[in-house]
């Protein structure tokens, strides 16, 4: 599976958007980017994922470069409960199991 | 909405003792995994499960571990002997079968601790 890099750790104040990017300059052509996260101790929660058109659902945006080797998540509006370790993971289709490979993610920190 | 609902929520037991961790996937969901997160560390991929049978498994799922899907509704994992190194949160997810880039959705684990 293509590596993914992001960066350790990133703070947004409350209310602002916040901007996760994630580097997966390997990726190839059949590989969706998933983005995850993790709130203290619970099992990671999905967020958005997508192949390389931008997307949007009630909880984020995703927007892939059109080289498809980064992307960002946006929360448009972090609140508190925002606080949490984001993932971005890449993982090809043909995976048999599909099974995903977690990295260490970017800890987000919303700051009130 | 729908979730994965894993029990039970910790579970201690000696070690060299076998532990049966539980989980209800999603209905309708045909697709089975189980991951494990130890203390500070990352979420690793331990097995996935379709058709009745194992499809991938990670090195860490050894001879000591074994999974069963014994009705239509839970799905298991039991680890024969335990270790201390088997502590850990262990998490259960699963996905729909239509299209194999949809995600899979992750229950809220299930912390074994061994003494």
Known sequence: DAKTTQPPSMDCAEGRAANLPCNHSTISGNEYVYWYRQIHSQGPQYIIHGLKNNETNEMASLIITEDRKSSTLILPHATLRDTAVYYCIVRPIWNTGNQFYFGTGTSLTVIP | ?115
């Open chain 2, 1 to 115: 909405e729908p979730e994965v609902t894993q029990t039970p929520s910790h579970q201690v037991t000696q070690m060299g003792q076998e532990v049966i961790l539980r989980c209800v996937p999603i209905s309708n969901h045909l697709y089975f995994y189980w991951y494990r997160q130890i203390l500070g560390q990352k979420v690793e991929f331990l097995v996935s499960f379709y058709n009745n049978e194992i499809s991938e498994k990670s090195e860490i799922f050894d001879d000591q571990f074994s999974v069963e899907r014994p009705d239509g509704s839970n799905f298991t994992l039991k680890i024969r002997s335990t270790k201390l190194e088997d502590s850990a949160m262990y998490f259960c997810a699963s996905r729909t079968g239509t299209g194999h880039n949809q995600p899979q959705h992750f229950g809220d684990g299930t912390r074994l601790s061994i003494l």
